[in-house]
């Protein structure tokens, strides 16, 4: 029986990687302290996974940027309007490879950069290959081959990580019409066959194929052509060791495509999927000789594996195939997990109790490493030890009282029917609100944050260290908002905010102040190129102890005769942008969620506020990958919305945002959320979100963003009329609000102001023309 690793985190312990391309991309260093940055990670990182006990450790798992641009150089697959740069011998490889990852605006050239989406439901997000009709694969496989000596060098003889040819498609999109993509493997293949030509040379014996596509619903050619391409691998090269891996989810009905074929190890999810080890079993149908690489060790959320869980998996699985044929490992690759626990020493973000039902990366693959001593009864007197220390966290983790809080699960398994109910429908809530709030037709409105400047960053960034007392900070912010209020009347928005400068997140600003959230100090996890996230860790019961925002809101309103509109992050957002408990069902954790925010809008209205927002923009982003358990999710997701939204008067107009996402499949979800008024991002798309809104004939408000508020620039009043008109041809005009895309915190106040004055003046325009 042996260890194995799928992938472990690349930007460093204390995120090394991202200051060096950051000092890199600004000019500071040069290439070769960016490269040698690089290098360290990964000695560092190959050394750690082999005193952690890894026996197969991999290499190219490494990447500068992305994993699947990588893989996109590798192949070739430059999209045209960069072969000027390829072909431009002052631009060296690695300076077109981060022009394909962030555009390029120097000496000339101005190139966008290449789209970037989210990897599978993960917060990792990748850059999106670009093929044509007849793309040609022309391969480089120096990084393969280099990380792979680099590693020899120590010792290590490494298994080589490469996304699968049927994956590395799939994840793709065409870029001309009249082929599939899927259809383009037949020259995939060939390209393939060089890298592991290259790779048998160098005697390299094991690689490790992620196609995760086989979580999700194939089509029969889909699954035909993952047949097709490791059949083709195992008879072109008999030696090699393939790994097949799938996460995320089940195979589901992919499980006899996945079973048939010829490779050596087939790599398994047991923590999101582990009843398919009895399906496996049951079958009767995997090959005599393939092992079964199983994923007992959460790669992708911070609990401590609980051991004797896993190890009954792993004892079923060595009873039916023998424990010569099995591998342990994390689930996924730990790129989605946080470094190392043992950075985190401040108590007073994570306590000892807290910090002892979690395993970050490294302390998983040394979970990894124990239960292969346990299964092998090796330093019994110590491993047993381990056992019986993780046995005994995982008892009191059910009992205590830092946890389990009687009266929010009192509270949850209390709601009935009603809960999720505003008073009345629409139409007659909407007749109160209009009376109410005495809004013009087409009124205008933002979606909450204005700029955040280096002042006001500053000031929190000192309020936080204590060099500012609160009564200071808190005059700095009330100028912040009152400047940001008179601006708003002067320009004649109709529904003000505040300008939430008191928020460094909109997941955190909220965790901060519920109980059972807590927050690391190290604990990041790469969100794409450079940029990392740091999730808050959701461990227990959630409930509001006191009013989160009602002080900046009402604070807001009492300065303006304007509405005033109060600002929340929904449930489903902050269950989504954290790590989430694994001993109840997520929906659980959403509904305490949902009735915590509940209590703040009711707050929020009593304190005089008529309009609330709550932002969900991350309601799809939660949707599984596989189709058949959409339905659950979205029952749980719009009703822990409704909740949250359902504590007020008819009267009181409750707005939801969400940004760009595509509503065609959810569209009535969305509708029964229910919210008096949508705004969502739109100028990007010319308004095309909005077909399937008037196709369905959404029945309540809607604010199409007229403006892109990711880019500096300010639109022309003409171009957001348009936009309008088109809207209005589509929308009922009785439902249109005119706003931004999303909110404004990473612009800056010169651009924003002119592109408000502009907007409105939109607004009136449209008033006129209707
Ligand atoms: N209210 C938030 C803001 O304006 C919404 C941000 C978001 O949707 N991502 O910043
Ligand atoms: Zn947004």
Not at 52 to 59: A, H, K, N, R, V
Not at 187 to 203: C, G, K, S
Not at 577 to 606: G, H, M, Y
Request: some cysteine; aromatic content about 8%; charged content about 25%.
């Amino acid at each position: 029986m042996k260890t194995t690793n799928l992938g472990y985190p690349r930007i460093g312990s204390k995120r090394e990687l991202k200051r060096a391309l950051e000092q890199y991309w600004s000019g500071k260093t040069d290439l070769e302290s960016l490269l040698a940055t690089a290098k360290i990670i990964r000695k560092e990182n190959w050394l750690l996974q082999q005193e952690q006990g890894i026996d197969l450790i991999p290499s190219n798992d490494f990447s500068l940027y992305d994993q699947v641009l990588d893989l996109s150089t590798t192949l070739g697959c430059i999209p045209d309007r960069y072969t000027a740069l390829a072909n431009n011998p002052s631009f060296s490889d690695l300076d077109l490879y981060f022009a394909m990852a962030r555009g390029i605006q120097q000496d000339g050239a101005d190139i966008t950069a290449m789209e970037m989406t989210k990897w599978f439901d993960t917060n990792y997000h990748y850059i999106v290959p670009e093929f044509t009709k007849n793309q040609v694969f022309n391969v480089s496989p120096d990084k393969i081959i280099n990380e792979y000596k680099e590693a020899l060098e120590l010792g290590i003889k490494t298994k080589s990580v490469l996304i699968g040819p049927v994956s590395f498609l799939l994840l793709g999109k065409e870029k001309e019409s009249g082929f599939h993509r899927i259809d383009l493997l037949e020259r995939l293949l060939p390209a393939y066959e060089e890298i592991l030509q290259q790779l048998v040379t160098i005697d390299a014996e094991h690689v490790q194929f992620d196609e995760p596509y086989l979580a999700l619903n194939l089509s029969e050619k889909e699954q035909r052509a993952i047949h097709q391409t490791y059949s083709y691998f195992a008879a072109k090269f008999p030696s090699l060791k393939l790994t097949v891996a799938n996460y995320f989810d089940c195979f589901g009905e992919n499980i006899d495509t996945a079973l048939a074929l010829p490779v050596h190890t087939l790599h398994l999810d047991l923590v999101h999927c582990p009843l398919q080890l009895d399906d496996i079993i049951e079958s009767n149908k995997l090959n005599s000789y393939t092992h079964l690489s199983l994923g007992v060790v959460d790669g992708r959320n911070i609990w401590k594996n609980e051991f004797e869980k896993s190890l009954k998996l792993i004892q079923k699985a060595i009873d039916h195939v023998g424990a010569e044929r099995i591998l342990i490992a994390p689930s996924c690759s730990l790129l989605h997990s946080p470094c190392d626990l043992d950075l985190e020493t401040n108590e007073e973000n994570l306590s000892g109790e807290i910090k002892q039902w979690l395993a970050f990366a490294k302390q998983k693959l040394e979970e990894v490493a124990t239960l292969k001593k346990l299964v092998n009864k090796e330093n019994l007197s110590d491993t047993l030890e381990k056992l019986k220390k993780n046995s005994e966290a995982q008892a009191n983790k059910k009992t205590a009282t830092l946890i389990h809080n009687q009266k929010v699960k009192q509270r949850v398994s209390a709601l009935t029917a009603k809960d999720d109910q505003r008073e009345s429908a629409f139409p007659t809530r909407q007749k109160l609100q209009k009376e109410a709030l005495d809004l013009p037709l087409f009124p205008t409105t933002t979606i909450g944050s204005f700029p955040q400047t280096k002042e006001v960053r500053s000031w929190r960034a000192n309020f936080k260290k204590g060099n500012l007392s609160a009564d200071e900070y808190n005059v700095l912010l009330e100028k912040e908002t009152k400047e940001t209020i008179e601006f708003q009347e002067r320009t004649g928005l109709d529904v003000l905010v505040h300008g939430e400068f008191e928020r460094n997140d909109m997941v955190e600003y909220f965790g901060e102040q519920l109980s059972g959230f807590a927050f690391t100090s190290f604990g990041w996890v790469q969100s794409y190129g450079s940029r990392c996230v740091k999730p808050p860790i959701i461990y227990g019961d959630v409930s509001r102890e006191a009013p989160m925002t009602v002080k900046w809101s009402a604070f807001a309103q009492s300065l303006t005769k304007k509405p005033v509109k109060g600002m929340l992050t929904g449930p489903v957002t902050i269950l989504q942008w954290s790590f989430v408990r694994n001993d109840q069902p997520r929906s659980e954790t959403c509904t305490q969620i949902a009735l915590a925010i509940r209590d703040e809008v009711v707050d929020l209205e009593k304190a005089g506020l008529k309009v609330i927002q709550i932002d969900e923009p991350a309601i799809r982003e939660g949707l599984p990958l596989r189709k058949e358990d959409w339905d659950a999710y979205l029952n749980w997701a719009i009703k822990a919305f409704r909740i949250s939204a359902s504590g007020v008067k008819d009267e009181t107009q409750i707005h939801t945002h969400m940004c760009y996402s595509e509503f065609n499949d959810i569209i009535s979800n969305i509708a029964d959320m229910d919210a008096d008024v949508i705004t969502i991002e739109c100028s990007r798309s010319q308004m095309e979100l909005l077909d399937v809104f008037a196709t369905f004939k959404y029945p309540n408000e809607i604010g199409p963003g007229v403006y892109d508020i990711h880019s500096p620039r300010v639109p022309e009043r003409a171009e957001m009329v348009a936009l309008m008109e088109k809207a209005a041809k589509q929308i009922p005009v009785e439902q249109l609000w005119i706003n931004p895309d999303c909110g404004l915190k990473t612009r800056h106040w010169p651009e924003t102001r002119e592109a408000l004055i502009e907007m409105v003046a939109a607004a009136r325009e449209c008033r006129q023309n209707s």
